[in-house]
T-cell receptor, first 114, second 115 residues
Framework: AQKITQTQPGMFVQEKEAVTLDCTYD???????LFWYKQPSSGEMIFLIY??????QNATEGRYSLNFQKARKSANLVISASQLGDSAMYFC???????????FGTGTRLTIIP | EAGVTQFPSHSVIEKGQTVTLRCDPISGHDNLYWYRRVMGKEIKFLLHFVKESKQDESGMPNNRFLAERTGGTYSTLKVQPAELEDSGVYFC?????????????FGPGTRLTVT
């Protein structure tokens, strides 16, 4: 079974600062994928970034980067130069390539302060 | 290209009633998934269709839940009879096997409240 742990239920960050959202995972699979999704107040789940377990480089997508530390089983999301529009719930998830099932953490509610 | 759509966006029903949720995946996506988030808890997998076949329904809570995907296009999730603990947000997602990185595109969710 796979498990995602997000230990920060809520975070407040000043606008323009960088923020790191923590995510640790547990899996017995050798090959897996790690995802971050953003859920704004409107409710939809927006894909942000993906990291494959065999990818040697950390994934980056614009202001988002994933700090992947395989030995520590962590996949933290880093948002640089935060904006007011970044205020949302953020979910970390792991994908089992075998059954294509996503397992999510409980999420972190990020609030950007002007 | 239209994204994943779900109907209704909100539903409020009484305990014991029946509710049917609908999901229209992205056109051409063979994979369709249902997930649920109960208040304050993590989003949990319910089941996975590949075209019209149920690939994995290990997350379905009990036999009050019935999912169908006739013709391999849209899917319905029926709850009958609904119980209070069924309240939550039901998400649908779709993906195409040829896509990398296996991204599942999520719909906006249906918020179900059972009173």
């Amino acid at each position: 079974a796979q498990k995602i742990t997000q230990t920060q239920p809520g975070m407040f960050v000043q606008e323009k600062e960088a923020v790191t959202l923590d995510c640790t995972y547990d899996t017995s699979d050798q090959s897996y994928g790690l995802f971050w999704y953003k859920q704004p107040s409107s409710g939809e789940m927006i894909f942000l970034i993906y990291q494959g377990s065999y990818d040697e480089q950390n994934a980056t997508e614009g202001r988002y980067s994933l700090n992947f530390q395989k030995a520590r089983k962590s996949a933290n999301l880093v948002i640089s130069a935060s904006q007011l529009g970044d205020s949302a719930m953020y979910f970390c998830a792991i994908l089992d390539f075998g059954n294509e099932k996503l397992t999510f953490g409980t999420g972190t509610r990020l609030t950007i302060i002007p | 290209e239209a994204g994943v759509t779900q109907f209704p966006s909100h539903s409020v029903i009484e305990k014991g009633q029946t509710v049917t949720l609908r999901c229209d995946p992205i056109s051409g996506h063979d994979n369709l998934y249902w997930y649920r988030r109960v208040m304050g808890k993590e989003i949990k997998f319910l089941l996975h269709f590949v075209k019209e076949s149920k690939q994995d329904e290990s997350g379905m809570p009990n036999n009050r839940f019935l999912a169908e995907r006739t013709g391999g296009t849209y899917s319905t999730l029926k709850v009958q009879p609904a119980e209070l603990e069924d309240s939550g947000v039901y998400f649908c997602a779709s993906s195409q096997d040829s896509d990398y990185p296996y991204e599942q595109y999520f719909g906006p969710g249906t918020r179900l409240t059972v009173t």
